[in-house]
Antibody, heavy 119, light 111 residues
Framework: QVQLVQSGAEVKKPGASVKVSCETSGYTFSNFYMHWVRQAPGQGLEWMGIINPSGGTTNSAQKIKGRVTMTRDTSTRTVYMELNSLTFEDTAVYYC????????????WGQGTLVTISS | QSVLTQPPSVSGAPGQRVTISCTGSSSNIGAGYDVHWYQQLPGTAPKLLIYGNDNRPSGVPDRFSGSKSGTSASLAITGLQAEDEADYYCQSYDSSLSGHVFGTGTKVTVL
């Protein structure tokens, strides 16, 4: 079955960077786009970006463009999301989510990774 | 601030029908992009509920249905059950933003 397993919780200081991983299994890695979505405490869902695991091309939300880098390692079937210049507003649960039957839908989700920005 | 607007909350008694609207614009829903719906139970990751405007993934009860018209979409829940109490989000693509967008989210309360 499809599984997305994310790395563990992180605590970072303002100005630092964080890198979250999402290890996949149960499907052909290169056939499905991977999205990143975050949710601040008590807030709604915010789309962050997308990566094509086949060629590595990415697109990110305008709000965070320039601060986010999405990469993949096809040998380990893992995608990564790195966010730099962290501020308190980046405190959130970060999810990876695989594209679904319609490529723009998000069918399978990781368990989420809590990133806390604290001085 | 999201470009897809949903009511903050809706409520209904068990067995009733409730609907959640998702209002967009000519750069997203109105441009013909698909709308998808997600259910998020407290403390858990979202779950795909409806994809491609009106399609249910395997395992989703037929009590859930989606529709789309013009610049809006709707999610309907018939025969409301206690387990349906959750947050619901719509999602689409926006050509002006060149990215995907989520709705503001709606909390469904079963009275």
């Amino acid at each position: 079955q499809v599984q997305l397993v994310q790395s563990g919780a992180e605590v970072k200081k303002p100005g630092a960077s964080v890198k979250v991983s999402c290890e996949t299994s149960g499907y052909t890695f290169s056939n499905f786009y991977m999205h990143w979505v975050r949710q601040a405490p008590g807030q709604g869902l915010e789309w962050m970006g997308i990566i094509n695991p086949s060629g590595g091309t990415t697109n990110s939300a305008q709000k965070i463009k320039g601060r986010v880098t999405m990469t993949r390692d096809t040998s380990t079937r893992t995608v990564y999301m790195e966010l730099n210049s962290l501020t308190f507003e980046d405190t959130a649960v970060y999810y990876c989510a695989r594209g679904g039957p319609v490529s723009s839908s998000l069918e399978y989700w990781g368990q989420g990774t809590l990133v806390t920005i604290s001085s | 601030q999201s470009v897809l607007t949903q009511p903050p909350s809706v409520s209904g008694a068990p067995g009733q029908r409730v609907t959640i609207s998702c209002t967009g614009s000519s750069s997203n829903i109105g441009a013909g992009y698909d709308v998808h719906w997600y259910q998020q139970l407290p403390g858990t990751a979202p779950k795909l509920l409806i994809y491609g405007n009106d399609n249910r993934p395997s395992g989703v009860p037929d009590r859930f249905s989606g529709s789309k018209s013009g610049t809006s979409a709707s999610l309907a829940i018939t025969g409301l059950q206690a387990e349906d109490e959750a947050d619901y989000y719509c999602q689409s693509y926006d050509s002006s933003l060149s990215g995907h967008v989520f709705g503001t989210g709606t909390k469904v309360t079963v009275l």
